[in-house]
């Protein structure tokens, strides 16, 4: 194998794919990039869940395959100077020269290599990078930890003739998005869920651009086509939380609050709610005002934030760290919150207009003293 | 004790305390703050080796002193809101207003905080802050974190007719920083040893300003005074290395090279090193070029650097730490280095002018096939 292209570009490939890449692996292959150096150069990071594949531009000279440790491949690429780099390989000692610059070092068998599943068209969609990363981080942190409900440590894709939704669920929360989208291929309705672990690293490939990203759902695989770059992860199966039963739509008290100035009340009340000393935020609706008070082992916080619309005295409990989750990611400067008694759900949507986003958080019980 | 003031300030006045406060104690007191408000409103951190005390612009309604856990302190009065903070303690209760925002949380007696160490000032010296800052900035690297040789943890301190002169050395290496001083009291010349945890926190303290700083040595400890802000440590007790006969000066070879191009290629030759894998560099210096190679289980590497002067085909090993630690802190865009024979010092030093840095980095031994 021998080729040659830009420092910057194969550091850019580097980078990409080594996000799929295990950073210890009882298989040396899977701490390792493949370089498949063919028609074109290709580079793929694979941990048996996630696997990216990237297209470097490159001058091919001699064609090949290996794998190469990716921390040191990345780490001599980075550090060399902005020049093109030659790329050689013996076998499996591999010669890497830039400027004044040489390497010698050992690469490993691409037979070792897992193979990426290849994934069948079945559906597809396409939407912008941007709307599809701003989608995904603002959905992700919903997502559960929890193994025992397997299916809920991956978002829901639902796609219709109305466009895309993105829901997490952990069963305390709730976190949807929706957009409309550019084109929709197969069936009129479709749906399937992806880890959130790879949808963490599709959150990063996807640049802030109006180019188009493409979603392709196979039959147990999904693939994300990022420019050159692509991502292919098997999807989670099971029964996801039928979402639109669990969130009520009829709440009878309506408040429209400062998103920012919400955050920092609650931020400020929080300082003395630790893992060690938990406790629920008090929240007090009252007619143009929110109060917030919390106690623990540490003292007692107070704080209030002006809001529009009357709670009517409602007093209801929250974990801190999940409404927090909510408001820093709803993409408003304000946001609506729905309640109907200290026991149901609060929902926080958008204040107007299109409902693309919503948020569910359930109350926590209060005990007096609190 | 009962006083307000600017929550800008009072968060400034905590970030410098808490400097020299433990994170974690078996004395509660020692990991928090002594407020104390008379005249003015004085807040101490000490952890029984440095102490930070500084002054804080406040209105105080009522005198009293006590000792508040540094960390919630500080993140209760940095996410405060921009206003007056309001600060109340009846015995050990406290409540501190901002806003809209309370906390009421418990203080600790201020009895149990250790009385800092009192400083009978017997030589002064003053230079600028920037100039103290950068001084101890380019020679802390080198202070000896070996405790076996305790007068080695810290750096010296010399005082002069000349100026000021700071040295650190580790048994493999020397850093040393001479400039000229703004005034000198006390003493012709003088000389102590400042541990290096406390000159990592002067460091922080001084701004990059010509204001000036003042050290101020006592019979047991030294005080530095940085506008409003003083710390006082002990001083380290012992025999310096007679760091004058252990830098040869009559160095045979001279050569000049670009500081930022000797890092980068001495870095790139070290990303087959690493803490598992310890190899010394292999540098040749030839005329106007240097050579650095070297060779683990990894691979091996090879990298070039232009020079000026002929350094007659001489090898020497060498830690790769040690040379980029000197060269990252050499306080110049060019280096002379002064050799003689591959088992004996490399100096580092200005190329011209004023000799107000000099690195020494002693030699590793090679072995044939390195």
Chains 1, 2 share one sequence.
Request: with cysteine; charged share 25%.
């Amino acid at each position: 194998m021998k080729f040659s292209c830009e420092k910057a570009l194969l550091q850019a490939a580097i980078s990409t794919t080594s996000r799929a890449v295990s950073p210890k692996s009882s298989i040396p292959a899977l701490e390792g990039i493949l370089l498949e150096a063919g028609n074109e150069l290709r580079l793929t990071g694979y941990n048996l869940e996630t696997g990216i594949r990237t297209v470097v531009p490159a001058d091919i000279q001699e064609e090949g395959t290996l794998v190469l440790g990716a921390r040191l491949f990345g780490d001599i690429i980075r550090k060399l100077p902005d020049d093109i780099v030659t790329f050689r390989a013996d076998h499996y000692m591999v010669n890497i020269t830039c400027g004044m610059s040489e390497f010698n070092i050992l690469g490993t068998d691409p037979e070792e290599f897992p193979e990426l599943p290849t994934v069948e068209y079945q559906n597809t969609i396409t939407l912008s990078q941007a709307k599809l990363r701003a989608m995904i981080g603002q959905t992700l942190f919903a997502v559960s930890d929890n193994e025992s409900r397997p299916i809920h440590t991956g978002s829901l894709f639902e796609a219709d003739d109305k466009g895309l939704t993105i829901v997490s669920v952990d069963g305390y929360r709730l976190a949807l998005r929706h957009e409309a989208i550019d084109k929709k291929e197969g069936a009129e309705s479709f749906s399937f869920v992806v880890p959130g672990a790879a949808l963490s690293e599709v959150e990063k490939i996807c640049s802030d651009v109006d180019e188009p990203a493409q979603i392709i759902q196979g039959a147990r695989h999904v693939m994300f086509k990022v420019g050159s770059t692509m991502l292919v992860s098997r999807r989670l199966e099971g029964e996801f939380l039928a979402y639109r039963q669990a969130i009520p739509r009829n709440n009878t008290i309506h408040v429209v609050g400062d998103t920012r100035a919400l955050l920092s009340s609650i931020d400020r009340v929080s300082l003395i709610i630790s893992d060690k000393l938990k406790s629920p935020l008090r929240c007090t609706f009252d007619h143009n005002l929110l109060k917030i008070s919390t106690k623990t082992a540490i003292g007692d916080a107070y704080d209030e934030c002006p809001l529009e619309g009357d709670g009517g005295g409602l007093e209801i409990g929250f974990n801190n760290k999940y409404l927090m989750d909510a408001l820093k990611a709803a993409p408003a400067d304000k946001v609506r919150l729905e309640l109907t008694t200290g026991v149901s759900p609060c929902v926080i949507l958008p204040t107007e207009g299109e409902e693309n986003f919503l948020y569910m958080v359930l109350p926590v019980r209060l005990k007096a003293g609190e």
